[in-house]
């Protein structure tokens, strides 16, 4: 049981350049989410989906795509990759039972737009 | 959802309980209180969550006072890898899509 996976782990991007971020979740639970913690501060969310083919904007969408096309995968596309995209993201998926929402976080993806 | 407000820094001696506080004023009938920890680098852990009455489990107890605008988290005998940030959290529930909102927390530190 893997858990929250995330690819890749490093990378630098140019300027302008896209990329996409893939997080994979094998304990078959509905809701995904997409984070970025910039250093010093807390997680903001950026996207998140409540099932498969479903998503919805978080507190800071601009400049982010998601994607929700299996229910194991979230994907999270940057298409012009800024300096201000420089960040650590998480993607975690949650384990829902009546109010309680646990969620498993990835390890992480670190992001430095140059 | 409500806001929570934490101390930014704390010291606790391995081996003592740890009492994080976190004020939580404005929450509404209806929202929970959650916390959660980041140990550096690592993806926020859960550690614990509750609505009115006091919880236990393994890693810790969550103490929310009878008028729920105060919360306290209960490391009962803190070791060095209790080291990390500590989030408390507010959260609708089902009627914001259990999102959770992640402030600035508390960041804790065990000293041997």
């Known amino acids: 049981n893997a858990g929250v996976t995330q690819t890749p782990k490093f990378r630098v991007l140019k300027t302008g350049q896209s990329m996409t971020l893939l997080c994979a979740q094998d304990?078959?639970?509905?809701?995904m989410y997409w984070y970025r913690q910039d250093p010093g501060m807390g997680l903001r969310l950026i996207h998140y989906s409540v099932g498969e083919g479903t998503t919805a904007k978080g507190e800071v969408p601009d400049g982010y795509n998601v994607s929700r096309l299996k229910k194991q995968n979230f994907l999270l596309g940057l298409e012009s990759a800024a300096p201000s995209q420089t960040s650590v993201y998480f993607c975690?998926?949650?384990?829902?039972?009546?109010?309680?929402?646990?969620?498993?976080f990835g390890p992480g993806t670190r992001l430095t737009v140059l | 959802d409500a806001k929570t407000t934490q101390p930014p820094s704390m010291d606790c001696a391995e081996g003592r309980a740890a009492n994080l506080p976190c004020n939580h004023s404005?929450?509404?009938?209806?929202?929970?209180v959650y916390w959660y920890r980041q140990i550096h680098s690592q993806g926020p852990q859960y550690i614990i969550h509750?609505?009115?009455n006091n919880e236990t489990n393994e890693m810790a107890s969550l103490i929310i006072t009878e008028d729920r605008k105060s919360s306290t988290l209960i490391l009962p005998h803190a070791t060095l890898r209790d080291t990390a940030v500590y989030y408390c959290i507010v959260s609708g529930g089902p009627t914001n899509d259990y999102k959770l909102s992640f402030g600035a927390g508390t960041t804790v530190t065990v000293r041997a």
């Open positions: 975690a998926s949650s384990y829902i039972s009546g109010r309680l929402n646990e969620q498993f």
């Open positions: 304990m078959n639970h509905e809701y």
């Open positions: 404005t929450i509404s009938g209806n929202e929970y």
């Open positions: 509750g609505l009115k």
